[in-house]
């Protein structure tokens, strides 16, 4: 099976900008999971999806938001982007996002807002 | 709430030496526990995981073993390669919380290994 994708790689914006941020899971994965990872809070919980429904969120401000599609693909975008959103955007699928499922992870997209 | 709490980093051996990584959580109920590696330029891989008190996880020479006393679940491996130079992540997921557990990892800081040959 393929892994989880993650496009693009690496993306430079500016202050004020918005990003949008593509996640493909694993085939036959319906549950996806965002993280954001920095060198000064580490990996944080964004949201979840399963069926095209947020099934959870983290603490994060509304300039964060997701969407999940039919073929469980999902996207996040992040509005009016600040220099504090530069990251380390890391997804991960799992079957059903439940108890000890294994979440796999992607190679993540890293943005660096200027 | 939830939260991982790793020793501090980095840590730095030298090849075939024993290696061990604190964690600790705290959490309500029954929480499964994971460790996760990170390799340079990479996501996070799974390394092992332990769903209920007692139970070990090993892989690639690594084991952890869930102590719902000590609320721990240190790694260990009995001899490092180089290869082994990665940050390593301690994690915990709540089971049968409901919504607010669905898909939530809850990570520690990171800890940076450095192995030498």
């Known amino acids: 099976k393929a892994g989880v994708t993650q496009t693009p790689r690496y993306l430079i914006k500016t202050r004020g900008q918005q990003v949008t941020l593509s996640c493909s899971p694993i085939?036959?994965?319906?549950?996806v999971s965002w993280y954001q990872q920095t060198p000064g809070q580490g990996l944080q919980f964004l949201f979840e999806?399963?069926?095209?429904?947020?099934?959870n969120k983290g603490n994060f401000p509304g300039r964060f938001s997701g969407r999940q599609f039919s073929n469980s693909r999902s996207e996040m975008n992040v509005s009016t982007l600040e220099l504090g959103d530069s990251a380390l955007y890391l997804c991960?699928?799992?079957?059903?996002?439940?108890?000890?499922?294994?979440?796999?992870f992607g190679p993540g997209t890293r943005l660096l807002v200027l | 709430g939830n939260s991982v709490t790793q020793m501090e980093g980095p840590v730095t051996l030298s090849e075939e030496a024993f290696l061990t990584i604190n964690c600790t959580y705290t959490?309500?109920?029954?929480?499964?526990l994971f460790w996760y590696v990170q390799y340079p330029g990479e996501g996070l891989q799974l390394l092992l995981k332990?769903?209920?008190?007692?139970d070990k996880g090993s892989n690639k020479g690594f084991e952890a073993t869930y102590r719902k006393e000590t609320t721990s679940f240190h790694l260990e491996k009995g001899s490092v390669q180089v290869s082994d130079s990665a940050v390593y992540f301690c994690?915990?997921?709540?089971?049968?919380?409901?919504?607010?557990?669905?898909?939530?990892?809850?990570f520690g800081q990171g800890t940076i290994l450095t192995v030498h040959p």
């Open positions: 991960a699928s799992s079957s059903q996002g439940r108890g000890a499922e294994t979440q796999y």
């Open positions: 085939s036959g994965h319906r549950s």
């Open positions: 999806y399963f069926s095209e429904t947020q099934r």
């Open positions: 959490a309500t109920g029954y929480p499964s």
């Open positions: 332990a769903t209920k008190a007692d």
């Open positions: 994690a915990l997921i709540q089971a049968y919380a409901g919504g607010t557990s669905y898909g939530k990892l809850t």
